[in-house]
């Protein structure tokens, strides 16, 4: 196992931090105002877009691309530290095409779509020039078991019929978006495969029917772009927008959602060194009772303690990495699992103590401190919750020592 950075990465390394010293850097702050004022600054984005894909920095996360697609075709492996670097600041993955969740649903269009669904869905989203949603999580069921997921798909004729309630579907309210993946019911008989009764269908949002109820905070924070709670008022789409098979729902969310979740681990990563670069500075700038606070023993210790785990969760995330590019995806299910886990309990610990250092301000949007523990609290039920990964973790453990 050798995670060595190779010639090529540390390349791109140091293009990308040089990009975002000049292109992104400069703007976080004007980029902050807007979205507090409810807008999706898209003045400010499309320019570092169109410079991004112009310097090749684009579609980075996205291995198995087609000699017609643009991007870097990168393994796992590689993008691992490309993602850490644009995941400190929060909204820059988007300038680069590798955003969530329109990676997710790049990752189950590139594998299962139609040539049709390709032209209309995948090409655009691959060249940036519109965004999506997905729809799986509901407000009236446990959706940690996403057999108990209740939303209908029926078909009828040459159309199916949706209806049905979705929430935390984020990205609903961007400028850009077009499509929401919708997964639902399409096998009402309660004796059937409880893992085979389900589907993916793609849902143009401008679809009658199709209702924004609200756009939900997470921790008191709202999103300009949008964590929406969405629902389906007898919404009708056409037959061929049906993801792969009817009933194959489970094999395309878990294709969907292994890449997706090491990704969130990659820029958590990234925001933490954020996170502790302010801390140090602050540590290092602020005196109280005649000394820098990073003269006091408790102030160093939450440094040292930071820093030791920040490299550790690097690590781990980066044999998951491995793992995927040398096995498949599913190899790595655990190891995926525990990163998930581990990282978003890390964010937490890291950003509390940041916002300690920083004193009141540190609750405040004078920093990003406040926003990026909200989000590190959130990821600790985006793409699953803590105790379903744990239990992942466990299972895997226990095969071990059983005759």
């Known amino acids: 196992m050798d995670f060595a950075y190779s010639p090529r990465v540390e390349a791109l390394r140091a293009q990308l931090d040089a990009f975002m010293r000049k292109h992104v850097h400069p703007v976080e702050m004007e980029f902050q105002h807007a979205t507090e004022k409810g807008h999706h600054p898209m ?5 570092i877009k ?3 894909r112009s310097e090749g920095l684009w579609n980075l996360f996205l291995p198995a691309l087609r000699d017609d697609e643009p991007g870097t075709r990168l393994t796992n492996l590689e993008y691992a530290p490309l993602a850490e670097i644009m995941g400190r600041v929060f909204w820059a993955s988007e300038a680069f095409n590798c955003s969530a969740p329109d990676t997710g649903n790049m990752e189950i269009l590139h594998l299962f779509a139609t040539p049709e669904q390709r032209e209309r869905w995948l090409d655009p989203l691959l060249n940036g020039e519109i965004r999506s949603c997905i729809g799986i999580t509901e407000p009236d069921v446990a959706s940690s078991d996403p057999t108990n997921l209740q939303t209908t798909i029926r078909r009828d004729g040459d159309h199916y019929v949706i209806n049905g309630r979705k929430w935390f579907t984020t990205g609903a309210l961007h400028p850009n978006v ?7 019911l399409s096998d009402e008989r309660p004796e059937a495969n409880p893992h085979a009764r389900h589907s993916m269908i793609i849902v143009p949002l401008d679809t009658p029917g199709v209702e924004i109820v609200r756009n939900l905070p997470i921790m008191q924070h709202y999103s300009a772009e949008g964590h929406c709670e969405v629902a389906y008022n007898n919404v009708r789409v056409p037959a061929a927008n049906m993801l792969g ?3 194959k729902g489970f094999a395309l969310a878990q294709a969907r959602l292994g890449p997706g979740r090491i990704h969130h681990c990659m820029r958590s990563i990234g925001q933490c060194e954020a996170a502790l670069d302010l801390m140090c500075a602050r540590a290092l700038e602020r005196k109280a009772f005649g000394k820098a606070l990073g003269d006091y023993a408790n102030i160093q210790d939450w440094i ?5 785990e920040l490299d550790q969760a690097r690590l781990y995330v980066l044999r998951a990495a491995w793992m995927m590019d040398l096995h498949g995806n599913k190899s790595a299910r655990t190891e995926v699992s525990a990163i998930k886990v581990v990282a ?5 610990r890291i950003l509390d103590r940041a916002i300690q250092v920083f004193g009141a301000k540190g609750l405040t949007n004078d920093t990003p401190l406040a926003f990026l523990w909200t989000w590190g609290r959130a990821l600790r039920f985006i793409d699953g919750p803590d105790e379903v990964h744990t239990r992942v973790v466990a299972r895997a453990e226990l095969r071990k020592h059983k005759v």
């Open 50 to 52: 169109a410079a991004a």
């Open 245 to 247: 098979e009817e009933g």
């Open 344 to 348: 978003s309990r890390m964010q937490t």
């Open 43 to 47: 003045a400010i984005l499309d320019p």
């Open 178 to 184: 077009r499509f929401c993946i919708v997964m639902g």
């Open 304 to 308: 040292a303690e930071s820093r030791m």
